[in-house]
């Protein structure tokens, strides 16, 4: 998969063992930077990108990954979602199918952040009975409302 990655400027070293984790297990990585102070721009450049399907995927960082999933989800077509445990971070795909996660480098350690990574990576949305009608309804609220 191609995954455009980025972060605000206090995750800057964290993001950058995390595209090497994401290259080792196989997939093209983008970086878009961590340099801008206010993060949101960073955030939607990768939901912009992610969202138009430039990229399969996106994964922010910030210090509790909070800021950026919301930022994010600004973006039309862009479904983030903050993850921090495992299970999580298989939900946020398998019945949410989000195209983007966040992580804070500030509450989540490496080792755990790569194994949350992986978990996600790992997914294939399948669009079923249970979840399936769930994200249509978010999709139509979206449509809606823009």
């Known amino acids: ?14 993001k950058k063992e995390m595209i090497a984790w994401v290259k080792e297990l196989g997939h093209e990585v983008v970086d878009f930077g961590s340099e801008d ?26 210090g509790t990954g909070i800021g950026m999933m919301l930022a994010a989800n600004k973006v039309k077509g862009a479904y983030a979602a903050n993850v921090t445990t495992v299970y999580s971070a298989k939900r946020a795909c398998l019945s949410n199918n989000c195209n983007i996660i966040t992580l804070g480098s500030q509450i989540t350690g490496n080792m755990e952040a790569k194994e949350l990574i992986k978990a996600y990576l790992d997914c294939t949305y399948q669009y079923n009975e249970r979840s399936g009608k769930k994200v249509d309804a978010i999709i139509e609220y979206e449509n809606w409302r823009h």
Not at 1 to 14: K, S
């Open 1 to 14: 998969m191609r995954i455009a990655m980025g972060c605000d400027p206090n995750a800057e070293e964290y």
């Open 37 to 62: 102070l206010i993060y949101a721009h960073t955030a939607c450049k990768v939901a912009e990108a992610v969202a138009s399907k430039e990229y399969d995927r996106g994964i922010l960082f910030c």
